[in-house]
Every structure is written in structure tokens, then in C-alpha cells.
């Protein structure tokens, strides 16, 4: 398994309350990313990063920040948590984005609940 | 249109039988073809990654991309319960970015 883990694994928040998420990889791959995972919507990529101090916007970036200050670590931060942000947020890395080194391994995922 | 199809099933085959799963994409500057198995309450965890038009066998998983039909496909032979779960089909295209499908869940009855 790739060394990816996420925490919490599971937190339950109250509407308005900022929430962060951690990843965590011992790969030392380059580029890191941020998914939700809801029903009839599959997986969608919120935000990723390229590099230290380098993101950029996924499809449904809204409501949710990044930062990266160490190759190793990636935090998601929902500045106003919103129950329409409950969902199973997972984190996934890769080497790349061509060729072999475009596959991404996924987290353990985080389940968020806010009430 | 879904940048990303797949029909959601289930799809239930018998134990030993073939199970073919389908997925469509609308880019046709797609360059990359991703199939990851997500059992229930777990992540995602890549079976397969195909670049170029053909079959792409590893055990008892072959993937099949045709580009002008914009088509990619999945079969696993002598299908077992353990292959019960949900497979994904993801697409990578110009932007780089991994596009999913919403996954076809799989039933493999004994």
C-alpha cells in the first residue's frame, strides 16, 4: 500500500465551524490531491498540489482552502463548514501527471459529518 | 452528457462466469484510462491503467480501450465473491486531471 494516511477518520462538526483535514504521504511523490466522495456524484477532485506552496482549483473547490508547506503533507481546510459539505473526503498522491507517473493511490479517506 | 460514463448496475454474474464492465468518455483528447476497485467503506485502489487502443491483460483482468469509440472496458475471468465491489473508471485528458465515472457496482453470486 501506498503510504498515505488521512486524520481524522472520522469527525462529526457543527455548521459554521472551520474544519481541517490532514494527509500524510512517505512516498515523497510530487503532486498531492483532495476528493469528495459523495453518492450519484462519484469521485470529484476539489483542490491539488504540484508542489510545496503550489495548488490549484479542482472541480468543486467552494468553500474549501489548501495548503502545502512540506512535500509530505497536504491539508484541506472548509473555512465555514456546511451540511452540504458531509461527505468521505480522500486524499491521493502521484509522481507525476504523464505517462507511469500519472497513477494515483488513494488515502484511507476521512468521513465528515456536519450537523 | 457525463464526461465520464458508466452504468451504476449492479451487475450480477455467477461465480466462475466473465464480468464486463463498460465505461464511455466525451473527451476525445482523453490520453489516459484509469479502472480502480472500491470495496464498500474502503478507498479506491488501482486494478489497471491502459494508454493505448487494444487489450491489456494482467491475471485474471483485461482492459480494453477502443479511442475512436471512446469506449474502455474492463473483463475479469473466473469471477470470484471477492470481486464483489464497485470498479471505476477514471480518464485523464488534456487538462491532467483524473475525471471519474460513478462506478459500476459489481455482485459476483456463489
Known amino acids: 500500500d501506498a503510504g498515505i494516511t488521512q486524520s481524522p477518520r472520522h469527525k462529526v462538526t457543527e455548521t459554521g465551524t472551520p474544519v481541517t483535514l490532514r494527509c500524510h504521504q512517505t512516498e515523497n511523490h510530487r503532486y498531492m490531491y483532495w476528493y469528495r466522495q459523495d453518492p450519484g456524484h462519484g469521485l470529484r477532485l476539489i483542490h491539488y498540489s504540484y508542489g510545496v506552496k503550489d495548488t490549484d482549483k479542482g472541480e468543486v473547490s467552494d468553500g474549501y482552502s489548501v495548503s502545502r508547506s512540506k512535500t509530505e503533507d497536504f491539508l484541506l481546510t472548509l473555512e465555514s463548514a456546511t451540511s452540504s459539505q458531509t461527505s468521505v473526503y480522500f486524499c491521493a498522491i502521484s509522481e507525476g501527471r504523464r505517462g507511469n507517473l500519472e497513477t494515483q493511490y488513494f488515502g484511507p479517506g476521512t468521513r465528515l459529518l456536519v450537523l | 452528457q457525463k464526461e465520464v460514463e458508466q452504468n451504476s448496475g449492479p451487475l450480477s454474474v455467477p461465480e466462475g462466469a466473465i464480468a464486463s464492465l463498460n465505461c464511455t468518455y466525451s473527451d476525445r483528447g482523453s490520453q489516459s484510462f484509469f479502472w480502480y476497485r472500491q470495496y464498500s467503506g474502503k478507498s479506491p485502489e488501482l486494478i489497471m491503467f491502459?494508454?493505448?487502443?487494444g487489450d491489456k491483460e494482467d491475471g485474471r483482468f483485461t482492459a480494453q480501450l477502443n479511442k475512436a469509440s471512446q469506449y474502455v472496458s474492463l473483463l475479469i475471468r473466473d469471477s470470484q465473491p471477492s470481486d464483489s465491489a464497485t470498479y471505476l473508471c477514471a480518464v485523464t485528458g488534456n487538462t491532467g486531471k483524473l475525471i471519474f465515472g460513478q462506478g459500476t457496482t459489481l455482485q459476483v453470486k456463489p
Open positions: 491502459i494508454y493505448s487502443n
